[in-house]
């Protein structure tokens, strides 16, 4: 079974499986994924991203996942995290995020602990990777007890998709700790399965995390020299069509919200 298999629990690691949502668009590309870590054998599972709230994808989600445990949010956007409270309802699984207000019947996720659950085999580690948002954290799943047994593979949410780039929130992304988050991804990461958000799972984490900072380089010095070229003054419509030069006008608000948080970035670190 390969990707995008909608409406179907598809294996990807020996811990873990992925049910798509079918909320197809730009930002989405194929849907979210949603995550159920779980052994062979467990008697219930872990839930990553429940996705949106969208009572086809939860009810399969929840027969697919057969006695979820735990919800795990690895950020705040409503195409991953605004089913949780749903999916709370239809398994009484309690909800954890890093922000308080998404979590129900639980603490925050902290950086660095290590979630176990009685019933689950695999344990996940929790790792702070602030960047796409503020409140991002990637999953670690390992096979068993972290560092004494396999990663199995990362679920980075967000931070980093199975194709394409990914969006900088104006509100509380940022772009020097993405750059940061990349870069421990890339080490990390090394020989070890993509379990994105969004887009097909890939076999080695780093290998799209070096793409991702190459990418994110290249706009960096696109921008720079494209602020030489057309002096201080210029204004962000003036870069965006130095850069952009053959954007899809369907794309035009998204190139301008990327060269927004670059120049910010930029003017942050002269």
């Not at 020996?14 to 995550?35: D, F, H, I, Q, R």
């Not at 996942?65 to 956007?77: E, F, M």
């Not at 890939?202 to 070229?229: C, F, G, M, N, T």
């Given at each position: 079974?390969?990707?995008?298999?909608?409406?179907?629990?598809?294996?990807?690691?020996?811990?873990?499986?992925v049910?798509?949502?079918?909320?197809?668009?730009?930002?989405?590309?194929?849907?979210?994924?949603?995550?159920?870590?779980?052994?062979?054998?467990?008697?219930?599972?872990?839930?990553?991203?429940?996705?949106?709230?969208?009572?086809?994808?939860?009810?399969?989600l929840?027969?697919?996942?057969?006695?979820?445990?735990?919800?795990?949010?690895?950020?705040?956007?409503h195409?991953?995290?605004?089913?949780?409270?749903r999916?709370?309802?239809?398994?009484g699984?309690?909800?954890?995020?890093?922000?308080?207000?998404?979590?129900?019947?639980?603490?925050?996720?902290?950086?660095?602990?290590?979630?176990?659950?009685?019933?689950?085999?695999?344990q996940?580690?929790?790792?702070?990777?602030p960047?796409?948002?503020?409140?991002?954290?990637?999953?670690?799943?390992?096979?068993?007890?972290?560092?004494?047994?396999?990663?199995?593979?990362?679920?980075?949410?967000?931070?980093?998709?199975?194709?394409?780039?990914?969006?900088?929130?104006e509100?509380?992304?940022?772009?020097g700790?993405?750059?940061?988050?990349?870069?421990?991804?890339?080490?990390?990461?090394?020989?070890?399965?993509l379990?994105?958000?969004?887009?097909?799972d890939?076999?080695?984490?780093?290998?799209l995390?070096?793409?991702?900072?190459?990418?994110r380089?290249?706009?960096?010095q696109?921008?720079?020299?494209?602020?030489?070229?057309?002096?201080?003054?210029?204004?962000?419509?003036?870069?965006?069509?130095?850069?952009?030069?053959?954007?899809?006008?369907?794309?035009?608000?998204?190139?301008?919200?990327?060269?927004?948080?670059?120049?910010?970035?930029?003017?942050n670190?002269?």
């Amino acid at each position: 079974m390969e990707h995008p298999a909608y409406s179907q629990l598809r294996p990807v690691t020996p811990s873990a499986a992925v049910v798509l949502c079918p909320n197809p668009s730009y930002a989405t590309l194929e849907g979210t994924n949603s995550w159920v870590i779980r052994a062979e054998g467990d008697p219930c599972s872990i839930v990553i991203d429940p996705g949106p709230e969208d009572e086809g994808h939860l009810n399969v989600l929840n027969s697919k996942s057969d006695k979820a445990a735990l919800i795990l949010l690895t950020h705040r956007h409503h195409d991953h995290a605004d089913g949780a409270l749903r999916f709370r309802q239809l398994t009484g699984a309690p909800i954890r995020g890093v922000d308080k207000s998404y979590c129900r019947d639980a603490e925050p996720l902290v950086d660095g602990e290590i979630i176990t659950v009685e019933g689950v085999t695999p344990q996940i580690e929790v790792v702070a990777t602030p960047g796409h948002t503020g409140d991002c954290v990637c999953f670690y799943i390992w096979s068993g007890v972290p560092h004494e047994s396999t990663l199995e593979g990362i679920v980075t949410g967000d931070t980093i998709a199975g194709r394409h780039t990914t969006m900088i929130s104006e509100t509380d992304g940022d772009l020097g700790l993405y750059l940061e988050t990349l870069s421990r991804l890339e080490k990390d990461g090394q020989g070890v399965a993509l379990l994105p958000g969004h887009g097909p799972d890939h076999p080695d984490v780093s290998v799209l995390a070096r793409k991702y900072i190459d990418r994110r380089e290249q706009r960096l010095q696109q921008v720079q020299d494209a602020r030489k070229q057309l002096g201080p003054d210029a204004t962000l419509k003036q870069i965006v069509d130095a850069i952009y030069t053959d954007v899809d006008p369907v794309l035009r608000n998204a190139a301008e919200q990327s060269t927004r948080v670059t120049l910010r970035y930029l003017d942050n670190n002269q």
